[in-house]
């Protein structure tokens, strides 16, 4: 059994903006959401890098208590994005608690913020007897927190997946959840992924001097994928929420198709966990053009995993370019964003889809000069009109694990 | 402590840490108020801090069946009179 998977409701929170119009908004008018990196009274001090991709607006959440004493604020972005795109789809409740609806959603570690409150307890120089975990603090924390409290808020009894595979998390959510409706295990799945502000993971990229330093200034000016003066990730924070479901059901109840998802990628490199890795993620990218039945000539959008570290987009530009050549439009969404860690798999599948409805795509932001290295490719330098067809998304995390989603614009 | 200081401190434990303001002091906190067991276990590290003491787990094991405020009031009253007879 082979389904059609159509997106019928979608949402992002980002450094850009949350939904629809303030992220094209930022797009369009090429708009940074880094930020200095905020003082925790913990880490920020020892840490070089200070920038971050902050989401620095107000979001106003209306959780019913009930609902909000299990989430931490990893949770409350996942809950309004898996909210609004369920809102978007139109699906309506007894189909949400039919179980033929399943969440495949994670984060890169659960709730760092309640961890560090647990540690706190643990070390606390008070000695007070009465100092101790709170009830719910693992439930807030936990690394399927976020899909598991979307369950729980709206009653969804389908299959549960929580993937956490760093950079990779929400990516293989969109590609699980595809291959789930795809064979017929479940008629729809909420997918995506979510990650709070979180200081200790800018540590740990830091410590490997993977961040990027040389802009604390001037924020706006980093990160700078593809650029000869990049120097290394942005980390950041956010959540990206898609509604998958089986073409002809959604057809039947006349649903809003927003694009089909029509292959989908997931391989190792086999050996370093930290190391780009040229085989590997060239062999991701033909496996994810394979599955979806399409030549490289045909893709019109790349949105490159492209953190902006020395060597991570070389060997990125020169895998595209093997197998594409120089046929389609490559940008880098982080530039925008920074790092958004396990959410940035579907908030740049969710950018990818605005881009594709709005008919643009947006360059890689302070892209001022190509590094030679990269030349090989169709790096978009200027805002560009473009009718995008199909677009493939590409993710890459620690530990070699590589992902390539493949959208198609809709059509019957 | 008097019964109505003990009400006062509830009372407002509920308001800031439940977001319940002003319940009934016999009505069914978990029918009215989505009050369940894992409010009840936050309810009772509270209920430590404010004895000065910790409790054992049969003392936490005998709160689960409490529904109401009276209810709590009266367990807290009689905690603090067996740890006063110990004394």
């Known amino acids: 059994m082979k389904r059609r998977v159509v997106i019928t409701g979608c949402s992002a929170i980002t450094p850009i903006g949350h939904g629809k119009k303030e992220i094209v908004?930022?797009?369009?008018?090429?708009?940074?959401?880094?930020?200095?990196?905020?003082?925790?009274?913990?880490?920020?001090?020892?840490?070089?890098?200070?920038?971050?991709?902050?989401?620095?607006?107000?979001?106003?959440?209306?959780?019913?208590?009930?609902?909000?004493?299990?989430?931490?604020?990893?949770?409350?972005?996942?809950?309004?994005?898996?909210?609004?795109?369920?809102?978007?789809?139109?699906?309506?409740?007894?189909?949400?608690?039919?179980?033929?609806?399943?969440?495949?959603?994670?984060?890169?570690?659960?709730?760092?913020?309640?961890?560090?409150?647990?540690?706190?307890?643990?070390?606390?120089?008070?000695?007070?007897?009465?100092?101790?975990?709170?009830?719910?603090?693992?439930?807030?924390?936990?690394?399927?927190?976020?899909?598991?409290?979307?369950?729980?808020?709206?009653?969804?009894?389908?299959?549960?997946?929580?993937s956490s595979t760093a950079c990779t998390t929400s990516s293989q959510s969109i590609g699980f959840g595809y291959e789930m409706i795809k064979f017929g295990i479940q008629d729809a799945m909420l997918c995506g992924g979510a990650d709070e502000y979180d200081t200790t993971t800018v540590a740990v990229f830091d410590s490997l001097m993977a961040c990027s330093t040389a802009f604390n200034d001037a924020p706006h000016l980093t990160p700078r994928p593809f650029d000869e003066q990049r120097d290394g990730l942005v980390v950041g924070e956010g959540a990206g929420a898609l509604l998958l479901e089986e073409y002809e059901s959604a057809k039947k109840r006349k649903a809003n198709i927003l694009a089909e998802v029509i292959g989908f990628s997931c391989n190792n490199n086999g050996g370093d966990l930290i190391l780009p890795n040229l085989d590997g993620i060239t062999e991701t990218i033909r496996l994810g053009l394979k599955d979806a039945d399409v030549t490289p000539d045909s893709v019109d959008f790349v949105s490159a995993h492209a953190t902006a570290t020395k060597m991570g987009d070389i060997i990125e530009a020169q895998a595209i370019g093997k197998v594409y050549g120089t046929s389609p439009v490559v940008a880098s969404l982080k530039s925008y964003m920074g790092h958004t860690m396990g959410s940035c798999g579907a908030i740049e599948t969710i950018m990818t889809l605005y881009m594709m409805e709005s008919g643009f795509i947006a360059p890689t932001l302070n892209l001022n000069k190509i590094d030679e290295r990269c030349k090989m490719i169709h790096l978009a330098v200027e805002l560009l009109e473009s009718d995008i067809r199909l677009a493939a998304i590409q993710n890459f995390a620690f530990g070699g694990v590589n992902t390539c989603l493949v959208l198609k614009k809709f059509d019957q | 402590m008097k019964r109505d200081e003990i009400e006062s401190q509830i009372l407002q434990i509920f308001r800031d840490q439940f977001e319940i303001a002003n319940p009934g002091l016999d009505q069914d906190l978990r029918e009215v108020y989505e009050f369940d067991s894992i409010d009840a276990i936050e309810l009772l590290r509270e209920i430590e801090v404010l004895l000065g003491a910790k409790l054992t787990r049969e003392e936490k094991k005998s709160a689960m069946d409490i529904r109401t405020i009276n209810q709590i009031l009266d367990y807290i009253e009689s905690i603090g009179a067996s740890r006063a007879a110990q004394v």
């Open chain 1, 25 to 162: 908004r930022h797009l369009v008018d090429g708009i940074s959401g880094v930020k200095k990196l905020r003082a925790d009274d913990l880490l920020s001090e020892y840490i070089h890098s200070g920038v971050y991709g902050t989401v620095s607006y107000p979001i106003e959440y209306a959780f019913r208590r009930r609902d909000r004493k299990t989430m931490g604020p990893v949770s409350y972005y996942a809950c309004q994005v898996a909210k609004e795109a369920i809102e978007e789809s139109g699906l309506d409740d007894a189909y949400i608690r039919s179980g033929r609806l399943g969440v495949a959603f994670g984060s890169t570690h659960g709730s760092p913020t309640v961890q560090r409150q647990i540690y706190k307890s643990f070390f606390s120089e008070s000695k007070s007897e009465f100092s101790s975990i709170g009830a719910v603090d693992y439930l807030k924390s936990m690394v399927h927190t976020t899909a598991v409290n979307i369950t729980k808020m709206f009653g969804i009894t389908g299959r549960v997946l929580s």
